[in-house]
């Protein structure tokens, strides 16, 4: 059974670089047809999909952060990461890392997810 | 982008009842429409995939419908565990989105 888990610091000042790793036990992360997503939610408030790398490589961001965010993979560790550059508190939310299916005849959908972990942005 | 509307964005109603959770798309989408349970403190959990895919091991209350801007989630007796928020989230086109939610609370 896949299972994934986020990493990194849980306070990160404002203009720095909010770093994260999302570690997949259970299954090699290129074994299959996946892509590996970071999603985040502020307290109290909605989901939001921040991108996607799939394990040939290619990457996907959400135009709203796109200037602001790197994601890539490192099969050899099982790994997959995130950087928000230049956070300010509106990046302050609990970051969370997940799988989806995507090959032809497989519908997506976020499965397994990590705990998430909190990242707090402040001074 | 694909604003992914959900309404009511919260209702109280008692165990046993039949919860119905409407989610409207702003475009129209393929049946890549997911649904999502999240209780204070998880992480999401995916229960209807596809529009109308039972993920596995999800009771067999949970169902899903619809097709191009309108999709609903319904529980068809609400159980004590079902207590929760509910999210929809469009896999069709980037970037992917995620409705409001929907937060169901006891009566």
């Known amino acids: 059974q896949v299972q994934l888990q986020e990493s990194g610091p849980g306070l990160v000042k404002p203009s720095q670089t909010l770093s994260l790793t999302c570690s997949v036990s259970?299954?090699?992360?290129?074994?299959?047809?996946?892509?590996w997503s970071w999603i985040r939610q502020p307290a109290g408030k909605g989901l939001e999909w921040i991108g996607r790398?799939?394990?040939?490589?290619?990457?996907h961001y959400n135009p709203s952060l796109k200037s602001r965010v790197t994601i890539s993979i490192d099969t050899s560790k099982n790994q997959f990461f995130l950087q928000v550059y230049s956070v300010t508190a509106a990046d302050t939310a609990v970051y969370y890392c997940?799988?989806?299916?995507?090959?032809?005849?497989?519908?997506?959908?976020?499965?397994?997810w990590g705990q998430g972990t909190l990242v707090t942005v402040s001074s | 982008d694909i604003q992914m509307t959900q309404s009511p964005s919260s209702l109280s109603a008692s165990v046993g009842d039949r919860v119905t959770i409407t989610c409207r798309a702003s475009q129209t989408i393929s049946n890549y429409l997911n649904w999502y349970q999240q209780k204070p403190g998880k992480a999401p959990k995916v229960l209807i995939y596809g529009t109308s895919s039972l993920q596995s091991g999800v009771p067999s209350r949970f169902s899903g419908s619809g097709s191009g801007t309108e999709f609903t989630l319904t529980i068809s007796s609400l159980q004590p565990e079902d207590f929760a928020t509910y999210y929809c989230?469009?896999?069709?086109?980037?970037?992917?989105?995620f409705g409001g939610g929907t937060k169901v609370e006891i009566k």
């Open positions: 997940a799988r989806s299916p995507s090959g032809d005849y497989q519908l997506p959908r976020f499965d397994p």
């Open positions: 989230q469009q896999s069709d086109i980037n970037p992917l989105t």
């Open positions: 259970g299954d090699s992360i290129s074994s299959g047809s996946y892509y």
């Open positions: 790398v799939y394990t040939s490589g290619r990457i």
